[in-house]
Nanobody, 122 residues
Framework: QLQLVESGGGLVQPGGSLRLSCAAS????????IGWFRQAPGKEREGVSCISRSGGMINYADSVKGRFTISRDNAKNTVYLQMNSLKPDDTAVYYC???????????????WGQGTQVTVSS
């Protein structure tokens, strides 16, 4: 069974950092582009970052550029999202998804994790 599992979410103060992990089971991430998305209450799901299969293409939403860094460790079958300088507006459930191409739109991704909550608050 193909499965993605996110971890690393939690409560952090503004200006703090978190590292999210997206681990795959049942398939290898080597052949997948991975996207990170987030959804806040009452808002649509938005693309945060994505990384291509080779890691050669990376995209970020304008709202997180310079603060978030995506990376992948294919040996560990895991993709990471390092989030620094967190703001209250970053509060959301964060999801990772596997697809064919690195794109910040949810439609082309066909496997999704269950999400991990990130709350930025003092």
């Amino acid at each position: 069974q193909l499965q993605l599992v996110e971890s690393g979410g939690g409560l952090v103060q503004p200006g703090g950092s978190l590292r999210l992990s997206c681990a795959a089971s049942g398939f290898t991430l080597d052949y997948s582009a991975i996207g990170w998305f987030r959804q806040a209450p009452g808002k649509e799901r938005e693309g945060v970052s994505c990384i291509s299969r080779s890691g050669g293409m990376i995209n970020y939403a304008d709202s997180v550029k310079g603060r978030f860094t995506i990376s992948r460790d294919n040996a560990k079958n895991t993709v990471y999202l390092q989030m620094n300088s967190l703001k209250p507006d970053d509060t959301a459930v964060y999801y990772c998804a596997a697809g064919i191409v690195c794109i910040l739109a949810p439609g082309p991704y066909d496997s999704w994790g269950q999400g991990t909550q990130v709350t930025v608050s003092s």
